[in-house]
């Protein structure tokens, strides 16, 4: 019984880690992230040091908003996640670099 809520402590501080390790890599505050999830920077600092536990619905939310698959926060293999994270915000970026050249190109052409 005493294993069982350690594992599960342990959980919860590796859940914890990996949402601040997200929120910060995205250069967003507290606040920022809570209000785009719909709840006060004070849960957002609850998650963060693993008081409280974030329902399913505002951890997708979260990996949604911090670009990271919902794997990174319940997986161990995060260096394989953290690639495939890195990966998917360089896409992102070259489809809005992608999206203003052809804006650019558009208005020359006007």
Do not use: C
Not at 23 to 51: P, T
Not at 64 to 93: C, G, H, W
């Amino acid at each position: 019984m005493a294993q069982k809520k350690d594992n599960q402590l342990s959980e919860r501080k590796k859940l914890a880690q990996r949402i601040k390790k997200a929120r910060e890599s995205a250069h967003i505050s507290q606040r920022e992230l809570g209000d785009a999830i719909g709840v006060s920077d004070k849960s957002i600092s609850s998650y963060e040091k693993a008081r409280s536990m974030p329902p399913v619905e505002k951890l997708k939310k979260i990996a949604n908003i911090t670009d990271r698959p919902l794997m990174y926060f319940t997986e161990d293999a995060t260096a394989k996640i953290d690639i495939v994270s890195k990966l998917n915000i360089v896409e992102k970026q070259l489809n809005e670099i992608k999206d203003l050249l052809t804006k650019v190109a558009k208005e020359k052409i006007s």
